[in-house]
């Protein structure tokens, strides 16, 4: 199941919404959010933007919406999720 | 807690350990699911905190008397997961191996199963006798959630209690199901995910390889689970447990199968599903959620565009409508500032009079005239963000972006770029791929920043009166679609890069936090009324001396002999040596310093504001051109600046500079000579 999300990541032509990732993996979103999350820590599945230690975070413009938590997350392979998908899947 | 309620809590504590038949429990779980509601009720104020050896990882520990017997309850740290990744993980689950409690309550959340049931296949991997808590029922039923207990006990093979723990409502039965199984006196036939016959086979070589006595004291079959999930710390217990030789052939067999790890999530993944599915219902979705409905227009590939297009128009019609008739005032007392301050220094020497009349309230006066233009932008923009609309914009802008060639992971430092560009080229950092780095460097000046705005809205409204809201839509859709045909040109050219693959999670619609907004304006406020006290009070003394000296006659001066250098230019575009000088002040200062510039010059040693001395100077379609340069023009020096520290290039940032000079006079000139050829407002 964790390939066949990290083959949809893959496949999607553009951004794809959690919502329509649930959907086209035929599970909840709570538990595609537990698959993101495991992903994330295997190092399959990176989250954009997330490292912000050494960014002037003070001087961001988007920092109340981020602490609002009205900021999106982005999630993208790595270089270890695309390995695995081109030997899973041979592609 | 007092000196006799602590002399109470460590008489329960003697007591209870010298009780032999005191039982052990376990409390684990994920974060935020009324753990710790549950150990505060049993252990009161017994509970004491004990730091875990060699960890700084606190651990809570108390007692609780139930019918003649001392249950000692630990309360576990929060974690998702048992894979020792980050401390937490490893004391808790030395703690279950180590410890071997007699029960270990897992608890969740009734309106995050999901979530929590990764840990459950854990412990029940790790055949530690499982009870399991649904806590929180009262908000899944609020959501519509029914979870069937029966159902789930059956799934799983273990006892289910739900409860809501701050209501005290399932303890007791919570207690008895823990009395059950430490005893042995109700049903417990545990049902952890079945793993497949490939990865089953290839745990039996693992096993094979640990030998009969595995890494004491951990199960041997879940030794061989953690060891080909990559587990760090069994890696390095093996490798000391075990002879070398079998070490050696673990390791190769390990590093052979180290995507093995998926097939083993994917198997849990598959078990908490199958699940969920059979004791979870969820409401019909026969009435959508508001974000659902909402969503279904604005993320719509036909819809999304046209409303961000609306949301848009109607962001800069407010922007416009509130601010403007603002700005028209704090402009008029600048000039009857202006005016005052010169009766008032009657007799003072005229050069001071001047700096003080023109260079300071000029300059500055005109550029903080604009602070309600500036406030109302960053405050509608703070609300699009925090009501979850700009997360659809960046989604709707992105399969358009995307057609047209450009990286997915551009989106969000692109779309910092509308408060400030140096956050959008600071923000690029985080985009993978150095092409497509490079690339968002180089278009996020072209994304329309807070200073740019402020300049085109006090223009276009003091030009077009009531057209000016089209104006200024207009000119912000023409810098996105040059974003866009720039981006197409560079990477179909120098900068081809391949374009990943995204998810993005969008946040519910939720009502802005009024708070967040204020303090995100204020910030916004404070910061550009610093730069008006500093940069640009410095740059308007300076502009102000240039424009003086050295007859005291502005065209004598010697900013109006640079400027007629550039006036042959300027007049391609209807400009004449005043709007050029204008213009390099921008890049030179900060945007808004145009502004201050124009407050100078244009009222060139007269009273007249600039709101009056503006339209005088400029033709509609002058004023046109004007913007349209103004909008694409280089960047301001602190962008550049960033560009350059982000590229550690200067090849790169000469190649920014000049394509984006090239581009705002062509477009500029282009714009203006069309509107000659038609004959329009010249």
Redesign the interface.
């Known amino acids: 199941?964790?390939?066949?999300l990290?083959s949809l990541?893959?496949?999607?032509?553009?951004?794809?919404?959690?919502?329509e990732?649930a959907r086209r993996l035929g599970?909840?979103e709570?538990?595609l959010?537990?698959?993101?999350?495991?992903a994330v820590?295997?190092g399959?599945?990176?989250l954009?933007?997330s490292?912000c230690s050494d960014?002037?975070c003070s001087?961001?413009?988007?920092?109340?919406?981020c602490?609002?938590?009205?900021?999106?997350?982005?999630?993208?392979?790595t270089d270890k999720g695309r390995r695995?998908l081109q030997?899973?899947l041979g592609g | 807690m007092g000196p006799s309620e602590q002399a109470q809590a460590g008489d329960t504590l003697a007591r209870a350990r010298e009780s032999t038949e005191a039982l052990s429990i376990a409390l684990l779980g994920p974060p935020y699911v009324g753990k710790t509601t549950l150990f505060d009720l049993l252990a009161g104020l017994s509970q004491r905190v004990n730091l875990r050896p060699g960890t700084t990882v606190e651990v809570r520990s108390g007692y609780y008397r139930r019918d003649g017997r001392w249950l000692e309850i630990v309360d576990l740290p929060a974690v998702y997961s048992l894979s020792a990744s980050s401390p937490d993980e490893q004391v808790a689950r030395d703690h279950i191996v180590k410890e071997r409690p007699d029960v270990v309550v897992v608890m969740l959340s009734a309106t995050n199963l999901e979530h929590g049931l990764y840990l459950v296949a854990e412990a029940l991997e790790l055949a530690a006798p499982v009870v399991v808590a649904i806590n929180m029922m009262d908000a899944a039923l609020r959501d519509g959630i029914r979870i069937e207990e029966s159902v789930l006990r059956a799934a799983l093979g273990v006892p289910v209690v739900a409860m809501v723990a701050s209501r005290r409502e399932g303890v007791q039965p919570l207690l008895e199901a823990i009395a059950g199984v430490a005893e042995g006196t109700i049903p417990y036939s545990p049902n952890p995910p079945a793993l497949g016959p490939e990865l089953a086979s290839l745990l039996d070589g693992v096993e094979g390889l640990l030998g009969e006595t595995g890494i004491p004291p951990y199960p041997r079959r879940w030794c061989a689970i953690k060891l080909l999930e990559g587990d760090r710390e069994m890696e390095q217990l093996a490798q000391a447990t075990l002879p070398e030789d079998r070490w050696e052939e673990l390791h190769s067999l390990l590093h052979q199968n180290e995507d093995a790890v998926v097939a083993i999530a994917s198997a849990r993944y598959e078990w908490i599903d199958r699940t969920v599915r059979a004791a979870l219902f969820r409401p019909l979705h026969d009435s959508l959620s508001l974000t659902e409905r909402l969503d279904q227009v604005a993320t719509h590939p036909y819809l999304g565009p046209l409303a961000l297009g609306a949301v848009l128009a109607l962001f800069f019609w407010l922007v416009y409508q509130v601010g403007e008739p603002l700005v028209g005032l704090l402009n008029d007392g600048v000039a009857e500032g202006s005016h005052r301050l010169r009766f008032a220094l009657q007799g003072a020497p005229p050069w001071l009079v001047e700096l003080l009349a023109n260079g300071i309230l000029g300059g500055v006066g005109t550029v903080v005239s604009l602070l309600p233009i500036l406030a109302i932008f960053f405050l509608g923009m703070s609300a699009l963000r925090q009501v979850g609309y700009m997360a659809r914009a960046a989604f709707v802008a992105d399969r358009f972006m995307r057609a047209m060639g450009l990286h997915g992971l551009s989106l969000v430092p692109l779309f910092l770029g509308f408060g400030c560009n140096v956050s959008s080229v600071l923000g690029a950092r985080q985009v993978d791929s150095e092409r497509a780095r490079l690339l968002t460097i180089l278009l996020a000046p072209l994304v329309p920043c807070s200073g740019r705005m402020v300049l085109l809205v006090f223009i276009a409204g003091l030009l077009y009166g009531g057209a000016a809201p089209l104006v200024i839509w207009g000119l912000v859709a023409m810098n996105l679609l040059l974003l866009a045909l720039t981006g197409v040109l560079l990477d179909r050219t120098v900068l081809r890069s391949e374009r990943p693959a995204l998810i993005m999670e969008l946040p519910p619609y939720r009502l802005p936090n009024w708070r967040a907004m204020a303090f995100e304006t204020w910030q916004n406020a404070k910061e550009f009324a610093v730069r008006a006290g500093t940069v640009i009070l410095v740059f308007s003394l300076l502009i102000w001396a240039l424009a003086d000296l050295p007859t005291g006659s502005m065209e004598e001066s010697y900013l109006a002999q640079a400027g007629r250098h550039m006036e042959p230019l300027g007049r391609l575009m209807g400009l004449d040596w005043r709007m050029m000088v204008a213009l390099l002040t921008s890049f030179l200062a900060r945007k808004e310093s145009a502004l201050a510039t124009l407050g100078i010059l244009a009222a060139g040693g007269s009273e007249s504001s600039l709101s009056v001395a503006l339209p005088q100077m400029l033709t509609p379609a002058s004023a046109l051109a004007y913007l349209v340069v103004q909008m694409t023009f280089v960047p301001c020096a602190s962008t550049l600046a960033a560009v350059l520290h982000q590229t550690r290039s200067w090849r790169w940032t000469a190649f920014g500079l000049g394509y984006q000079l090239a581009l705002s006079l062509v477009v500029g000139i282009a714009t203006y000579q069309t509107a000659h050829m038609l004959g329009w407002g010249l």
Request: negative net charge; aromatic residues 4%.
């Open positions: 199941m964790l390939l066949r990290l990541v893959s496949d999607a032509e553009a951004v794809a919404t959690t919502q990732m599970v909840g709570g538990l959010g537990a698959m993101l999350e495991d820590r295997r399959y599945l990176v954009v933007g490292d960014s002037p001087a961001c413009q988007s920092r109340a919406a602490l609002a938590g009205a900021s999106p997350r982005l999630w993208s392979l695995l030997q899973e």
